[in-house]
């Protein structure tokens, strides 16, 4: 009987053994991730299609289904803000992964809104705001982290058949094996790929911040201001600012001190990690078309602090070149309690035209950034600021881009996948081929206007003719050298033939670095030229082809043949704070209608009163201005604070047969400040006196302009020499706003034009003495004398993407008995390329 119970025994065992075995046969797991960041998703809910069957994956985004059948031969991914998924499953294949990417929907949370006498949601909202300054980690007094960046660039959309068959790209053929497969629908060429790793540093009182980047790698750009730019410094984005920078425009983030006027919130999910409660705030916009994002936030519910964020730019937002942007920030808590930036993402899909019509160029741009070593309030974050090393806010070491692949093996935070491996080499190789350096000169020459031959170079080419009523067509020939002759030398001019006036015009210069940061040259000139109205480095003169068609009908053209020779020495300190000293001699010969040089006849020592020898003194001061270098020159990018800037002259007579002696000084301030969510403002103060009597080609002449295309800088609804003073004060405010009023226009928001508006004055003088001088010799000069000149305007831009219109009024001075109706109120055009 025992006997019996035992088989018995063994057979149930056996049974119960079995059918747990049966009841596993079946394996389908995977992973949940954002399709766009490639984040994954935490906490989303898998179901089998038609059934009961589901789960939720867990805190890695994973999933894991153990089955004894398969119910249904699909399943389905639901995320709240996310567009619901269905992925077929085989129900023959044991084991199987089907990994998920979810795309973000637009729908609003209105959507699936519960009528309720409480909203929760904005409850805690509430307590997000109101932790919001302990939880910043900008509150802290000091701090410091190693931070590593990555930002690659892939094409988007290639086809593999067309480009090894098209002429132009077969030659490069070999590049196409690192097209990425892996997704058959939408596969990439990587074409870029950057790294930097580095040491930050940051003081709160005074607030100071300091990168020291110890290794940076670039495949094909060997520029150190594009290697500081790809730094921690110039990309820093906190969740915890009111606004949060997208490109160059300021976006609302979820959690501002006011976030329930511009976002719908839902509470979506709570879980546990860790023994650690954490809640799921959805938000979208409120309305569309504002500068605002669809998104969820993590929140640990006992200290309010973020520890993720997931933000998208929804689709109807007013940013150019954009098909989506996803940026994720992550937080994790120190020894301390408190949180900290652990990683950030930040992923755009963009496009560029294409030659084609109705093609374009798509691209995809990925940075990740992950933050280590992590100190706090601690004076090893501080100490550096006092280190006579390192002066300048971000420093490359001179190592920095001679690490070998050793020095980046062992200190990637991750390493670098097979696409990621394959850019170096792939770079290095196309860089080496004589066709791709032949098409990479031709777009260059194509977009900058310079075409290099070696250690010198032609440009820009629309200098090459132009014309006028003086000179009447215009040949100009530039030439200059490359940094394959001197890297620190630079000798550049050109020379320009007349074929009515027969007369050869041009200039010679030399630029010599002595030192690059901060910066120090010297510089020379001699020229012998038309002046052509252009003082600023990107305002539009009329020595170009581009002018030709758009000069104001009825303004006759006003020329003074300048020959000037020119000494500066420019330094510059770490501070912002730069000065130069100049040494100019200048001889002007005006043609009519202005008043010529029989006007102010030699003296009878026989100096010259159009000429002058002038020694100038520039002070300027531009805390953390950016710049972008260039080969010898290089362009503002402008400051967070204002530009100051102090000129003085002195003209000494009886040198270089000088016949002037005068004082100069100027003064000017300008800023850009941006005001989220209300755009941006621009304004330039600025005023001088020149003490002394002298001719009009040393006095104030106002700037006006003649051609149809606007001019930042110049009052555009005034004339060349039109307004002499000697001494004067001016304003130059544009408010860029945005939508504006286009916003709530239906048909006109899908353009998406922006709207922004101008305001110029200027009010000035002119002594007795320089008006007998200047104002009795037969040309209508004014003085603003008692009329202070005003012009306003508004207009659109952003049409197309790069063309803007300007609507000015000329509101004062009154107008005169014989000033036509035309004079008051213009049209004018220009491009302006921007996202």
């Known amino acids: 009987m025992l006997g019996w119970k035992r088989i018995l025994a063994v057979i149930i065992g056996v049974s119960v053994c079995c059918s747990g075995l049966m009841a596993q046969q079946y394996k389908v797991s995977g992973v949940v991730r954002d399709a766009h960041s490639q984040e ?150 990587p074409i870029f790929l950057t790294e930097s790793l580095s040491d930050y540093y940051y003081q709160a009182n005074p607030r100071k911040t300091k990168e020291i980047i110890k290794a940076a790698r670039t495949s094909g750009i060997d520029n150190e201001s594009v290697t500081k730019f790809l730094g921690a410094m110039y990309q820093n984005v906190n969740v915890y600012d009111n606004f949060i920078p997208v490109f160059d425009k300021q976006f609302v983030s979820p959690i501002h001190h006011n976030g329930a006027f511009y976002y719908d919130y839902k509470i979506a999910d709570t879980q546990y990690v860790s023994g650690q409660r954490f809640i799921k705030l959805n938000f979208t916009p409120k309305r569309k078309g504002e500068n605002t994002f669809i998104g969820d936030l993590w929140v640990h519910d006992t200290t309010y602090a973020v520890q993720k964020t997931t933000l998208s730019v929804p689709k109807d937002a007013n940013i150019n070149f954009i098909h989506k ?173 007349g074929f009515k006036d027969q007369v050869y015009k041009g200039k010679m210069s030399a630029l010599w670095l002595l030192k690059r940061h901060p910066r120090m040259y010297v510089y020379g000139a001699y020229t012998k030229d038309l002046d052509n109205g252009s003082h600023y480095y990107d305002e539009v003169g009329t020595d170009n082809i581009f002018t030709l068609a758009i000069r104001k009908g009825g303004v006759p053209q006003k020329f003074l043949l300048i020959e000037e020779k020119r000494v500066e020495f420019f330094k510059e300190y770490y501070s912002g704070f730069s000065h130069q000293v100049s040494l100019i001699h200048k001889k002007a010969r005006p043609y009519e209608p202005l008043p010529t040089a029989a006007y102010f006849p030699k003296e009878p020592n026989g100096r010259d009163p159009l000429t002058t020898t002038e020694v100038e003194l520039r002070l300027r001061y531009a805390f953390h201005e950016q710049f972008l270098e260039g080969n010898y020159y290089r362009v503002s990018l402008g400051s967070k604070y204002p530009i100051t800037e102090i000129k003085y002259a002195l003209g000494i007579p009886g040198i270089g047969n000088s016949g002037q002696q005068y004082q100069r000084m100027t003064l000017s301030v300008s800023d850009y400040v941006k005001l989220p969510p209300f755009g941006s403002l621009y304004y330039n103060v600025f005023g001088g006196k020149v003490f002394g009597t002298v001719p009009y080609t040393s006095l104030e002449v106002h700037p006006g302009n003649e051609i149809y295309y606007y001019n930042k800088y110049a009052f555009n609804m005034m004339n060349r020499f039109e307004f002499l003073s ?21 048909l006109i928001k899908k353009l998406k034009w922006r709207q922004f508006w101008t305001a110029k004055g200027v009010i000035g003088s002119l002594s007795e003495s320089n008006k007998q001088l200047n104002l009795n010799n037969g040309y209508p000069f004014k003085t603003l004398q008692g009329n202070p000149y005003l012009e306003v305007g508004t207009g659109i831009e952003n049409i197309f ?35």
């Open 325 to 497: 942007v996803s940026m994720v920030q992550e937080f994790r808590q120190l020894k301390d309690s408190s949180w900290f930036l652990y990683k950030d993402k930040f992923i755009a899909d963009f496009w560029a035209p294409s030659p084609r019509p109705g093609k374009t160029f798509e691209f995809i741009g990925r940075k990740t950034t992950s933050y280590d070593s992590v100190v706090t309030n601690d004076t090893a974050a501080t100490n550096i600021f006092h280190d006579k090393k390192y002066p300048e806010s971000v420093v490359v070491l001179d190592s920095a881009r001679d690490r070998k692949d050793a020095f980046w093996d062992d200190n990637r935070p991750e390493d670098l996948n097979k696409n990621e491996v394959g850019i170096y080499k792939m770079i290095d190789t196309l860089q080496r081929m004589p066709l791709f350096q032949k098409y990479s000169n031709t777009i260059r020459f194509l977009a900058t206007g310079y075409k290099p031959f070696g250690p010198i170079e032609w440009g820009p080419y629309y200098y090459l003719f132009s014309q006028n009523r003086l000179e009447g067509f215009r040949l100009r020939l530039d030439l200059g050298t490359t940094p394959k002759f001197n890297k620190d030398l630079y000798l550049y001019g050109y020379l320009a033939y």
């Open 726 to 746: 000697d001494q004067y004060a001016g304003f130059n405010v544009e408010h860029t706003i945005g939508n504006g009023i286009f916003g709530y226009i239906p």
């Open 40 to 189: 994954i998703i935490p906490f989303a809910t898998l179901q089998f299609v038609g059934t009961q069957t589901g789960m939720v994956s867990n805190a890695e985004g994973k999933y894991l289904f153990e089955l004894n059948v398969i119910p249904s031969d699909s399943i389905l991914v639901r995320v709240m803000g996310y567009t619901i998924l269905k992925m077929p499953v085989s129900r023959e294949q044991k084991e199987q992964t089907i990994d998920f990417e979810v795309t973000r929907s637009d729908v609003s949370l209105k959507t699936y809104e519960i009528k309720a006498n409480v909203n929760f949601a904005l409850i805690l909202l509430k307590q997000i705001v109101k932790h919001k300054p302990e939880n910043n980690y900008n509150r802290l007094d000091n701090y410091k982290y190693e931070v590593y960046n990555k930002l690659e660039l892939d094409m988007k959309n290639l086809n593999k058949d067309k480009l090894s068959k098209n002429r132009f790209t077969k030659p490069f053929a070999f590049i196409l094996d690192n097209i990425d497969s892996t997704s058959e629908d939408k596969p990439f060429l």
């Open 801 to 835: 993407k790069f063309l803007r219109v300007d609507f000015i009024w000329r509101v004062a001075p009154g107008s005169l008995p014989d000033e036509a109706a035309s004079k008051r109120f213009g049209v004018f055009g220009s491009f302006k390329l921007q996202f």
